[in-house]
Each structure stands twice: as C-alpha cells, then as structure tokens.
C-alpha cells in the first residue's frame, strides 16, 4: 500500500502540515533577530513563501527542516537591515555620576525586545524540558546571540539550543561540517552557553524576592529594594542609555526618580521565561497610566539585573 509523501499531499495540505511549527519557528526567528515583532513578520513571510513554492517541495528533507531554511534565508535577509538589538549595558559603560542628567530615549536604536511566555511556551511537558526552554530564552542571552555574526549565531541556536547535528546544520545553511564547527567554536567563545544557567532561589525565596520589589513600587519606598537587589544589580531603561550598575548606585537612582514617579501599580507577568511587571504610573489626571515593563533576572543572591523597558510601547505585546 502506497503511502502518501507530504510532497504528494498537495498544496492543500500544506496548512494542516505545516501549522505545528509555527510556534517554533517564531522562536527561532525571534532568537535570531531580538524583536517579537519582526520575527512575527517573518515567519509570516516564511509560510507564505513556502505555502507558493510548496508544489516543487520534493521531500529529500523534512517539512520541519525545509521550513527552517527558508526561515534563516529569511532571518539573514532582516539581519542586512539591523544586525543587532542591544540593551543599553551593551553600548557603553555604566553612569556613576548620580548628578548627570539621564541621556534622551535613544528612540533610534532598535532595542532588544522581550518576549512574552505566552508565546513560547507550549502545553504542559517535561519538566526538565520546560527549564531548558526557560533558560534559552533569557532576555540576557538573547542579547548576547545578537552580538555575532549572523551565520555563527544561526549555528550556535542550531546546535546548542535546538540540539541539530552538525551535518543537519551543514546542510540547512550550505556550509562543510568542518565550516559549522570552525563557527560553533567561535560563537562559544562569545557566548558560551553553559555560564548563562543561573541558579534561581527557590519558590518561597523567589516569591519572597517577588513582593518586597512590588511592595517597594507601590508604596515607593527605596528601602525595601536593600535586601532585594544583589551587590553587582545593574538597572537599564530603554529606550534610554543610561545604565547603572551596584546596588548602592542603584538605589540612589532610585531615590531621586521614586518621588517623582510616585506609588506605583505592578501587574505581574512574564517575558523570556524570567518574572517580568507592568508599571503603572500615577499621571496628572490622577489615573494610572502605562509607564515601564521591568524585567527580572532573580539568583540565589536576588535580583541581579532589571531591565526596565520605559513606555507604553510593549504593553499591547504583553495584553497588557
């Protein structure tokens, strides 16, 4: 009995076979390119592109695979336009003059973007599998893929992240084996993978961490953040450049800007598999208005890095 290739399924078909990548490939492209956004666009492209060309699709690869080249042919393209995201720590050293006036919005630098769990995260499976996406997804460690090339930041998601064999990638981007691995060994070199699984404290700690930080917001109150924030926390603000980095630089940052904002109210959510909180800001019509999305990265320590996105910009992203 014949059975039928998903070459022979037809045009037709291509919907019902290809639709369960989706999910993946959003993720791919967006750890390619550092923007929920623009990955959206692509991928967009990228079925379209394949749903034409899906009649001279001969099977000499899997649909899954076929679908990933034309993504990175795609990834590559955008890549030509903006090389890299970065964050703000990214561009230059941190400000330690608390008298120095806070940069204007670098409105245009294409900033790194978040992105929220809900558009990563598929339905309940192996916990331990679940970690590891988690941990791949760091807003960190996204950054840091955009700091290499192209072709040595798609070898090293191929290979690191999604776990692709050498030959697989070789053939995805038309590259010797011996080229893929002359790229992964470079790219390892800059963002070496293993480092960037940080140890995160426990539930209770975790949410003990979790509501001093809104209790400090909503209350403005400074004081609180002395035993959230560890030694070495860095804050970022962008579209701002400005940074800062150690606590107690931090923290008096923070104490000049708190009164000015005033009590806040935070809206927990999550982006990059890290807690993340809708600030909203008290205007002077006397309501609440969309005023930053900050993003944590919690250690055993604490909160070690806050990257607070200023703006309403991201919150339609969130469903915010």
């Not at 910009?313 to 469903?319: E, R, V, Y």
């Amino acid at each position: 009995m014949h059975t039928m290739t998903e070459a022979e399924a037809g045009e037709g078909d291509f919907g019902r076979l290809s639709e369960p990548f989706r999910r993946e490939l959003l993720v791919y492209c967006y750890r390619m390119l550092g923007s929920v956004d623009e990955a959206e666009e692509v991928v967009q492209d990228v079925y379209l592109d394949a749903w034409r060309a899906y009649g001279g699709f001969e099977g000499r690869s899997s649909l899954r695979t076929w679908l990933y080249r034309i993504a990175t042919r795609a990834c590559f393209k955008a890549l030509e336009k903006i090389r890299r995201r970065p964050l703000p720590a990214d561009l230059g050293a941190p400000q330690t003059d608390l008298d120095a006036r806070l940069g204007p919005q670098a409105r245009e630098v294409p900033w790194l973007q978040p992105m929220p769990d809900f558009l990563f995260t598929a339905a309940p499976a192996d916990p331990a599998a679940v970690v590891v996406e988690r941990q791949s997804m760091r807003l960190a460690l996204v950054g840091a893929f955009q700091q290499l090339p192209p072709r040595q930041r798609a070898v090293l998601i191929l290979r690191d992240v999604l776990q692709w064999r050498t030959a697989e990638v070789a053939g995805l981007l038309e590259m010797t084996t011996a080229a893929v691995n002359s790229a992964l060994q470079r790219a390892r070199s800059q963002v070496p993978l293993s480092q960037d699984n940080l140890t995160e404290p426990d539930e209770p700690r975790q949410r003990a961490l979790l509501d001093r930080y809104v209790t400090a917001f909503e209350t403005a109150d400074v004081d609180q953040l002395v035993a959230v924030l560890t030694e070495d926390a860095r804050w970022e603000m962008p579209p701002i450049a400005t940074w800062f980095e150690g606590r107690d630089t931090v923290l008096a940052f923070l104490g000049k800007q708190m009164p000015v904002v005033g009590p806040a109210a935070l809206v927990p959510t999550s982006a990059n598999g890290q807690p993340a909180f809708a600030v909203y800001a008290r205007g002077r019509d006397g309501t609440r208005h969309p005023h930053a999305l900050h993003v944590l990265t919690l250690t055993t320590e604490g909160v070690s890095r806050v990257v607070a996105f200023h703006g309403s910009g991201l919150f339609p992203l969130f469903g915010l």
